[in-house]
C-alpha cells in the first residue's frame, strides 16, 4: 500500500509564508509527477502547481510568482513554499502523486494525502 502525508499547514498572516511538505510512504517502485491542489470553503479543488519526476514545473496563474514547489526524489517527498500569502489562499492543501506500486509496477496510480488546513488570516 501507499500512502501520503502532508505536513507544515497552519494559520499565518498575510504575506506571510509557509512551507508544505508531502511525503510518500509504501510499496512504491517509482514517483512520477506530484502535485499540490487546494479547496476552499465552497469551490471545486483547483491545482496549484506540478512537478515531474524531472522537476518540470506548472503552476496555477494564483501562484506564479509566489510558490515553488519542488521535490526529493531519494526521500519520496513534495514541498510547496508558498510566500506573500493572501486570505484567498486559505483552504485545504491536497498532495497528489502518480505512483507505481510494487504491487502493479506496470500502471501508475492516482494517490491523494488526507489535506492540510492552510488559514491566511489577521
Known amino acids: 500500500q501507499v500512502q501520503l502525508v502532508e505536513s507544515g499547514g497552519g494559520l499565518v498572516q498575510p504575506g506571510g509564508s509557509l512551507r508544505l511538505s508531502c511525503a510518500a510512504s509504501?510499496?512504491?517502485?517509482?514517483?512520477?509527477?506530484m502535485a499540490w491542489y487546494r479547496q476552499a470553503p465552497g469551490k471545486q479543488r483547483e491545482l496549484v502547481a506540478a512537478i515531474t519526476s524531472s522537476r518540470v514545473t506548472n503552476y496555477a496563474d494564483s501562484a506564479k510568482g509566489r510558490f515553488t514547489i519542488s521535490r526529493d526524489n531519494a526521500k519520496n517527498t513534495v514541498y510547496l513554499q508558498m510566500n506573500s500569502l493572501k486570505p484567498e489562499d486559505t483552504a485545504v492543501y491536497y498532495c497528489?502523486?502518480?505512483?507505481?506500486?510494487?504491487?502493479?509496477?506496470?500502471?501508475?496510480?492516482?494517490?491523494w494525502g488526507h489535506g492540510i488546513q492552510v488559514i491566511v488570516s489577521s
Open positions: 497528489n502523486a502518480q505512483i507505481l506500486s510494487y504491487l502493479d509496477p506496470l500502471r501508475a496510480r492516482d494517490y
Open positions: 509504501g510499496s512504491i517502485f517509482r514517483i512520477n509527477a
